[in-house]
């Protein structure tokens, strides 16, 4: 197959080609031309055309398009990225950035690997634990190990441990969305505290203001904030812990590193 031509259909190309059979091993060879693959029905040139489409349109969209199914769509995006990106340069490594996704139903993760710097994808590999994250520090050698000045990950224990085993000298950095999301825990536990201490009276300020305590200040309307106001003034332990929530907040606002100290 090659490109569509104007609103028609996939075209069909026809071509000789020479088959021989090796000596050695008996099987027989066909030798294709070198526009297209080796392997699939297809040229190179609308392997390529399908995969540049892959990066702006879900493949269902552009299978339609080309008259292929979802998963040839994948597997010449696949194809091409294998033949035609550079492996990842592993040299000069300051800092990474580990995280795990999710790529089918069933909780199947695989754990990616990206130059924090960059954003260059270093490396893929299915699952989350502490050997797979090992199996990339394998491919470093000394030197590349000790240029690593931090990584940044969520708080998966896996991770950690294979980063503090395999880059003892390197810093580890939490993500901004997990920190927040233990912080907004230890605000709401500090609220359950104080309304089982309150008294009645007390309790009815207290009552409902979860949403005001873990929400964006810009996010709440006006009487929202005159409650939330309220809320502050008649409790000093929930005052205190939103405050500190929001001045942890706002160091992910400074510019430079000297402003946090």
């Given at each position: 197959?090659?490109?569509?031509?104007?609103?028609?259909?996939?075209?069909?190309?026809c071509?000789?080609?020479v088959q021989?059979?090796?000596?050695?091993?008996l099987?027989?060879?066909t030798?294709?031309?070198?526009e297209?693959?080796?392997?699939r029905?297809a040229?190179?040139?609308?392997?390529?055309?399908?995969?540049?489409?892959?990066?702006?349109?879900?493949?269902?969209?552009?299978?339609?398009?080309y008259?292929?199914s979802?998963?040839?769509?994948?597997?010449?995006?696949?194809?091409v990225?294998?033949?035609?990106?550079?492996?990842?340069?592993?040299?000069?490594l300051r800092?990474?950035?580990?995280?795990e996704?999710?790529v089918?139903?069933?909780h199947n993760?695989v754990?990616?690997?990206?130059?924090?710097d960059?954003g260059e994808?270093?490396?893929?590999?299915?699952?989350k634990?502490?050997?797979?994250?090992?199996?990339f520090?394998?491919?470093l050698?000394?030197?590349?190990?000790?240029?690593?000045?931090?990584?940044?990950?969520?708080?998966?224990?896996?991770?950690?441990s294979?980063?503090?085993e395999?880059?003892?000298?390197?810093?580890?950095?939490?993500?901004?969305?997990?920190l927040?999301?233990?912080?907004?825990?230890?605000?709401?536990q500090?609220?359950?505290e104080?309304?089982?201490?309150?008294?009645?009276?007390?309790?009815?300020?207290?009552k409902g203001?979860?949403f005001l305590l873990?929400?964006?200040?810009?996010?709440?309307?006006?009487?929202?904030?005159?409650?939330?106001?309220?809320?502050?003034?008649?409790n000093?332990?929930?005052?205190m812990?939103y405050?500190?929530?929001?001045q942890?907040?706002?160091?992910f606002?400074?510019?430079?590193?000297?402003?946090?100290?």
């Amino acid at each position: 197959m090659d490109l569509p031509i104007a609103d028609g259909p996939v075209v069909y190309i026809c071509f000789p080609n020479v088959q021989g059979r090796c000596k050695k091993c008996l099987h027989f060879v066909t030798t294709r031309p070198k526009e297209v693959h080796p392997t699939r029905n297809a040229t190179w040139r609308l392997m390529r055309m399908v995969s540049a489409w892959a990066a702006h349109a879900p493949a269902t969209q552009i299978a339609a398009i080309y008259e292929i199914s979802d998963s040839t769509v994948r597997h010449y995006d696949k194809e091409v990225l294998k033949a035609d990106l550079a492996p990842p340069d592993l040299d000069h490594l300051r800092t990474l950035l580990v995280d795990e996704k999710a790529v089918r139903r069933g909780h199947n993760y695989v754990t990616i690997v990206l130059n924090g710097d960059t954003g260059e994808l270093l490396y893929m590999a299915e699952g989350k634990k502490s050997e797979v994250l090992d199996r990339f520090f394998e491919q470093l050698s000394s030197d590349q190990k000790a240029s690593i000045e931090a990584v940044g990950i969520d708080r998966s224990g896996a991770y950690q441990s294979s980063i503090q085993e395999n880059l003892p000298g390197a810093a580890i950095v939490y993500d901004r969305f997990h920190l927040m999301m233990n912080l907004h825990q230890a605000v709401d536990q500090v609220r359950r505290e104080q309304w089982r201490e309150a008294s009645e009276q007390d309790r009815s300020v207290i009552k409902g203001s979860r949403f005001l305590l873990l929400a964006h200040a810009e996010n709440l309307s006006e009487t929202g904030e005159k409650k939330l106001e309220a809320l502050l003034r008649a409790n000093k332990g929930l005052s205190m812990a939103y405050q500190l929530k929001e001045q942890f907040k706002g160091i992910f606002q400074y510019q430079k590193q000297g402003w946090a100290l």
